[in-house]
């Protein structure tokens, strides 16, 4: 590797050299672009190679970083010259980031892996014959554009968080920004967790009106979300896509398909809008990331449960399995014991009003390593994003009180009543059941699943009309939110579109396995798709499908939902009433450096005690958990409580 110094016009004493590095044509062109160089500035480093390599990029990171300068990288791969992203001293977002976010977002990683690792010294050292010397020049001058824009203006470099692509053929320039990756091995600048992360103080939180309840709306931000999180080469979100879906606009936000392990772990956005379906996809896409791993802060505490007891949540509140179920083939979790060491993140506890540390394996639900598997299946159950600490607080405990009180109705079989969907004041409402029973052809009935908290949770299912043997019998969901109706339309909003998908995946057969044998029911999918058969429709009896039914004005006098003008008074309100009850409340920041980037706050609510959501029946999480068989003596159903066989045995139906 050769270098070249370029010393700009004497103007005051000793200004800071320009230094290129590399071979090849590029580094000769940029060479003699950059000794035109004129002016005052600060000094910068480029390193340039006519071939795909970054071998030399550590030891220039060290030696920018030891002149407190900026450095340039310059490459050539697969046809496109690379400029880009310029590293600047002490900030975060270098090539690995990018290297890592690109690797992510291509389907064909695996394969590229494979081939760099086999032809490793060719791609490193071989030139492309498209690097013309017209080509060179004209990524020279870019080259020299961006090392002055460094060295005057860095707030102006296009390649600040972004890189740079030049078609070789036709010098087409295409730009992709990036967010640091806060993983990144070189870069990456995560603070250590401690118990300053369990306290929960937020400034005030004013309201707009009393039933509002966000106070950092994504409305009108279309643009600019996905202005900063798409791109299909080095965006958090690799595609967009929007679609009509079941009657209503639908939006995916795919994540990383590389590394994704299903479906169900990109963001969706559905509403009456396209433009609110696709916000609200990359903005569920941010919940998703930020609850894999812990992005904003480094977890500092491995011990044993046995030594940190008492300000540490109990695994064993959270609804363990059987002790023998461990021993199961192909079972993916491990037993807990209290004096076996694991990893912790801390927390707050509304119930001690303090920090508390819970097992990392519980706050986050990312795959885990081999030594720290988690003690119990757990998804993205109470993730939420938001504007405010409060608002993502409020949304995680709204989920977990959904999944909550529709997984109580379906084990402990509750007769929750019948809603009334012309009763609604929000037209859309019987509107959504009537799109829904002309374009698909089911028809749409509502249940008002409450518990001793009262929390606005609905019950949806559709039913098809004509009973025919090549469609799917019925398909489950459902929706919580502290205004009934607004709860109610979110339920009806989901089911069209996901309706619309269940109808495209119905397999009779395999739903029939299903249905014959519970133990197939593995992945999230197989459990609407076993209540598609109408072998299995006799285990939705308990709900009623006629007679009386609770006007949507009956079901909020039973919320009773106070006013407020701070939306802190109404996350106390929700916490309170599981305290009331004796269940503990449990806030994790899970807030990433990404969702920070727009100004948002995510966090994981843990209520221990409460039924949370698992998909595979073997993973089901009813044991140890004592307040779901009291269910029905506590709603007043039963004068008992439900004995462990009465529980239902059979897989949930929700997606």
Known sequence: MTEATITPAPSAADLDRVTVLGEGRLHAAISAALASTTGHGGGAIVVASDADDVRPYPGVARRAAGRGVPWLPVRVEAGWALVGPAVRPSRPGCPTCVARRRAGNRPDAQARDALRAKWAGDLDSRPTILLTPLVSRTVAALVADEVHRLRHDPGSARTAGALLKIRLPTAAVRRHAFLPDPLCPDCGTRQDDGPHAGRYVPRPAPKPDPWTFRVGTIT???????????????????????????????????????????????????????????????????????????RGRRTTVRAAYADIADHALDPRTLGLYPDDWYDQPGFLFTRFAPERPTTWVWAYSFGRDAPVLVPESYAFFGPRPRDDLGFAYECSNGCALGGHPAEAILYGLLEVAERDAALATWYARLPVPRVDLGSAADRRIPMLAQRVRDRLGYDVHAFAALLEQRVPVFWVMAVDALDRPDRPRALCGSASHLDPERALRRALEDLGPMLASHLERYDPAFSARLVADSDQVRLLEHHPLTYAHPDAFGRLGFLPLEGPALTLPEVAARAAWPQHDDLRADVAELAGRYLAGGLDVIAVDITSPEARACGMHAAKVIVPGTVSMTFGHRYRRVHGLPRLPGLPRVLGHRDRDLRSEELNPYPHPFP
């Open 220 to 294: 009108g931000r279309e643009v600019e979300l996905e202005q900063r999180f798409v791109d299909a080469e080095t965006g958090i979100v690799q595609a967009l896509v929007a679609q009509e879906r079941g009657g209503g606009p639908m939006a995916v936000a795919r994540l990383s398909p590389a590394r994704t392990e299903h479906e169900s772990h990109h963001g969706y956005g559905r509403s009456d809008d396209f433009a609110s379906a696709r916000a609200t996809a990359v903005a569920e896409a941010l919940e998703r990331i930020a609850g894999i791993h812990p």
